[in-house]
C-alpha cells in the first residue's frame, strides 16, 4: 500500500492512510446557491464526500461565497486560465482550489496562487490532462503518461519552492491505459495523495467500464486517494458508482452487497425488475436511517444459483416455478413464497 501524506478539506483526511474519498462535481451556475446547494445535498445524500464548483467569472462570487458557509460537503472551486479568479476563490473561503498550471499564462500566474493558498493552508488540487501539459514536456516527450508525470513534477515543485505543500495531484486521460500509466509513475516518484479519475469518459455506459477499470486497477495496486466517476449524466449517479467501485476494490464493506445472477431459461420470477426494486427498497432504507442488519443479499433466478451457490448470503431468494420463490438464510429455505410476496418477504427480512 502506497504511503502519502495527509491533507485535510475541512473534516475529510485524504491520504495518510485515510480511506479512500468519493468526489464529484454540481453543474448547476455556481452564480444560484441555492440550487447548489441543494443538488449539493443531494449529492451527499449518494454518498458524496467532496465536491467541486465551477467558477468561472467573477459574478459567481457570491454564490460561491454561500455555497461555502452553508455547504455540508467541503468546497473545491474550479479554476481555469484566471490566476486571480483562484486567488479570489480562497478569499472566498473555499477548502481547496482545483487548477490545471498548463492553462495558466505563465509561470508567475502559477506561484501567485500558491503563495496565496500557502498563507492560508488551502488545498491546491493541481490538475494535469492532454490539454494543460507542460509546453516543454510536450515538445519532448509528446502527448504520452511520461509527459503527464513529468508535467506534474514540475508544477508540484514550483508549488512548494513557494511554501505550498497541501497539494493533491490528477493525471487524467480519456484514455484508460495513459492514466493508468501516469499515475504509477508518479506514485512511484512522489508522497502526494492522487485524484483519480477518467476524464471525458463518455456517457453513461462506457464511462462506468472505463472508469472501473482505469480507477480500479489502481485502486488495487494500493494507488489513489480521493476518485471520480465521471459521467456524462446527472451528478447524482456518480457517488453510488465510485462507491460500487470501491467495494469491488475491496476498500469498502458494502452495506450490504447485492448479489443475483444474470438470468437464462430457468428464470420464471422477474428478476430484473426484482434486483432494481431491492437495490432501491435498500436505498430508501438507509436514506431514512433504518438499519440494515444484514451483509448479503442474495436475488437468484433458480434453485441452481440459489440458495446453493448463494449460501454465503445472509438471505436470499430465488425463483421457482410459475413465479413463485423460496426465501432462504445462509443456504437454508425458510418458506415458500408466492409472486406477490415475493419483494416484501425479503424487505422484511433485512432490517
Excluded: W
Amino acid at each position: 500500500m502506497r504511503r502519502t501524506r495527509q491533507i485535510h478539506l475541512k473534516n475529510i483526511p485524504v491520504g495518510g492512510g485515510a480511506p479512500v474519498a468519493v468526489q464529484s462535481m454540481t453543474n448547476t451556475d455556481t452564480a444560484d446557491a441555492d440550487a447548489t446547494l441543494e443538488q449539493i445535498r443531494r449529492l451527499k445524500q449518494a454518498g458524496c464526500q467532496i465536491v467541486r464548483c465551477a467558477f468561472p467569472a467573477r459574478n459567481a462570487a457570491d454564490g460561491l461565497r454561500k455555497v461555502c458557509a452553508e455547504s455540508p460537503l467541503p468546497v473545491v472551486a474550479d479554476i481555469h486560465f484566471d490566476a486571480e479568479l483562484a486567488i479570489h476563490a480562497i478569499r472566498l473561503g473555499v477548502a481547496g482550489i482545483r487548477v490545471n498550471p498548463g492553462n495558466l499564462r505563465g509561470e508567475d500566474a502559477a506561484r501567485s496562487i500558491a503563495r496565496a493558498a500557502a498563507k492560508t493552508n488551502c488545498v491546491v488540487r493541481i490538475g494535469v490532462n492532454m490539454g494543460s501539459l507542460d509546453k516543454e514536456a510536450e515538445k519532448r516527450l509528446g502527448r504520452t503518461a511520461a509527459a503527464m508525470v513529468q508535467s506534474a513534477m514540475g508544477y508540484v515543485h514550483l508549488f512548494e519552492e513557494e511554501g505550498c505543500g497541501n497539494l493533491k495531484v490528477s493525471l487524467k486521460a480519456s484514455d484508460v491505459r495513459t492514466t493508468v500509466q501516469a499515475n504509477r509513475e508518479f506514485a512511484r516518484l512522489s508522497d502526494i495523495p492522487l485524484h483519480l479519475g477518467i476524464t471525458e469518459a463518455g456517457p453513461v455506459s462506457s464511462g462506468i467500464v472505463k472508469s472501473a477499470v482505469g480507477i480500479g486497477s489502481l485502486l488495487l495496486e494500493g494507488i489513489g486517494e480521493t476518485i471520480r466517476v465521471s459521467l456524462t449524466a446527472p451528478p447524482e449517479m456518480e457517488p453510488p458508482v465510485a462507491i460500487r467501485i470501491l467495494e469491488a476494490a475491496g476498500l469498502r464493506e458494502a452495506q450490504p452487497e447485492i448479489i443475483s445472477c444474470p438470468t437464462c431459461a430457468r428464470t420464471r420470477i422477474p428478476l430484473m425488475q426484482l434486483v432494481q426494486q431491492v437495490e432501491l427498497a435498500v436505498l430508501e432504507l438507509k436514506q431514512k436511517g433504518i438499519p440494515i442488519v444484514v451483509k448479503k443479499i442474495a436475488v437468484m433466478g433458480c434453485e441452481v444459483n440459489g440458495p446453493g451457490e448463494a449460501s454465503d448470503a445472509d438471505v436470499g431468494i430465488a425463483g421457482g416455478p410459475r413465479g413463485t420463490a423460496i426465501l432462504f438464510r445462509h443456504g437454508r429455505k425458510i418458506r415458500s413464497l408466492p409472486a406477490e410476496e415475493i419483494l416484501a418477504s425479503l424487505i422484511e427480512e433485512i432490517t
